[in-house]
């Protein structure tokens, strides 16, 4: 069986002596699946991941997503979206956007937003591209309680365009109609572990609902200097043969910049909720 390190004080794991392998005795699938609510984050280190062994892991956490953006999914298995800079004929095999370098949840502007996402390596450039993860449990634990209590049953408003809007990149109107803005929980309830977490993010939470805008902007700054403290980041760097899962209920994450000289090809699968994992309304 395998064995566990953290990765940081307060949240991630790596997954030691385990190659990722769809045909896993349920066991072990269960133990992987308990990891994953308890650490947030997995690390598997030194994995021969082909696409098939990546969608048939994935798939046992949940549905996969097939992304709009189908020229950027892989020809052979379309649950396996292309992160890239890499060119083809001329043509960009991957998506790469300019938003990856703010903080964010994944599709926290979706009514039924991913619940994780397993992103493994495939070129890398020799340095920059990181990618940072924010503990939004341990942060919203650690804020005074009379915060807390004021926060606990507020809802805001969540904004694709904005967020967009934020890196002066366009939307244009069938993003836009696919997409209008929605409003969650400020505080979300994790699905499984039943923990709180704040769930927001900079440039797509727009204001809190049915506060003064001033009240309402001062707290969401506060909020959003507050979770991305070092103590509740952690910031990977990535080597050949990593994999990280992680989960898109309490955790948010950027990436660094990197040099566009070199390349850098990422494959990711996006794993759907269950209802029962679905954001509370
Ligand atoms: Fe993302």
Same mark, same amino acid.
């Given at each position: 069986m395998f064995h566990v390190r953290k990765l940081s004080e307060t949240f991630g794991a790596e997954v030691l002596d385990f190659q990722i392998d769809a045909h896993a005795p349920d066991e072990v699938m269960q133990a992987i699946k308990a990891l994953w609510a308890e650490h947030k984050l997995l690390l598997f280190r030194h994995q021969d991941l082909d696409e098939d062994k990546l969608v048939a892991f994935s798939r046992k956490f949940g549905e996969l997503e097939i992304h709009v953006r189908t020229e950027y999914l892989s020809p052979s298995h379309p649950e396996v979206l292309y992160i890239s800079n890499m060119k083809q004929d001329g043509r960009s095999i991957g998506i790469l956007s300019d938003t990856e370098v703010g903080w964010h949840y994944d599709q926290i502007y979706l009514p039924r937003p991913a619940v994780?996402?397993?992103?493994?390596?495939?070129?890398?450039?020799? *340095?920059g591209g990181n990618t940072e993860f924010a503990d939004m449990g341990t942060a919203f634990e650690a804020l005074p309680e009379e915060t807390r209590q004021k926060l606990m049953h507020c809802r805001a408003v969540q904004s694709y365009e904005a967020f967009n809007r934020a890196y002066s990149v366009p939307t244009n109107d069938e993003q836009k109609k696919k997409s209008p803005d929605i409003d969650h929980p400020l505080v979300r309830r994790h699905p499984i572990t039943g923990k709180p977490a704040l769930y927001l993010c900079p440039g797509m939470t727009t204001h809190i609902v049915g506060w003064e805008a001033e009240e309402s902007?001062? #707290?969401?700054?506060?909020?959003? !200097?507050?979770?991305?403290?070092?103590?509740?980041?952690? *910031?990977? $760097?990535? $080597? !050949?043969? =990593?994999?990280?899962l992680? =989960?898109?209920?309490?955790? #948010?994450?950027?990436? =660094?910049?990197? !040099?566009?000289?070199?390349?850098?090809? #990422?494959?990711r699968t996006t794993i759907l909720p269950p209802p029962e994992l679905a954001v509370p309304v």
């Amino acid at each position: 069986m395998f064995h566990v390190r953290k990765l940081s004080e307060t949240f991630g794991a790596e997954v030691l002596d385990f190659q990722i392998d769809a045909h896993a005795p349920d066991e072990v699938m269960q133990a992987i699946k308990a990891l994953w609510a308890e650490h947030k984050l997995l690390l598997f280190r030194h994995q021969d991941l082909d696409e098939d062994k990546l969608v048939a892991f994935s798939r046992k956490f949940g549905e996969l997503e097939i992304h709009v953006r189908t020229e950027y999914l892989s020809p052979s298995h379309p649950e396996v979206l292309y992160i890239s800079n890499m060119k083809q004929d001329g043509r960009s095999i991957g998506i790469l956007s300019d938003t990856e370098v703010g903080w964010h949840y994944d599709q926290i502007y979706l009514p039924r937003p991913a619940v994780g996402s397993l992103l493994a390596a495939h070129t890398l450039p020799p *340095s920059g591209g990181n990618t940072e993860f924010a503990d939004m449990g341990t942060a919203f634990e650690a804020l005074p309680e009379e915060t807390r209590q004021k926060l606990m049953h507020c809802r805001a408003v969540q904004s694709y365009e904005a967020f967009n809007r934020a890196y002066s990149v366009p939307t244009n109107d069938e993003q836009k109609k696919k997409s209008p803005d929605i409003d969650h929980p400020l505080v979300r309830r994790h699905p499984i572990t039943g923990k709180p977490a704040l769930y927001l993010c900079p440039g797509m939470t727009t204001h809190i609902v049915g506060w003064e805008a001033e009240e309402s902007r001062a #707290m969401l700054e506060e909020l959003f !200097d507050w979770c991305v403290q070092p103590q509740f980041v952690y *910031s990977h $760097q990535w $080597q !050949d043969g =990593d994999a990280l899962l992680w =989960d898109n209920a309490c955790t #948010m994450h950027r990436r =660094d910049p990197f !040099d566009q000289g070199h390349l850098r090809l #990422m494959k990711r699968t996006t794993i759907l909720p269950p209802p029962e994992l679905a954001v509370p309304v």
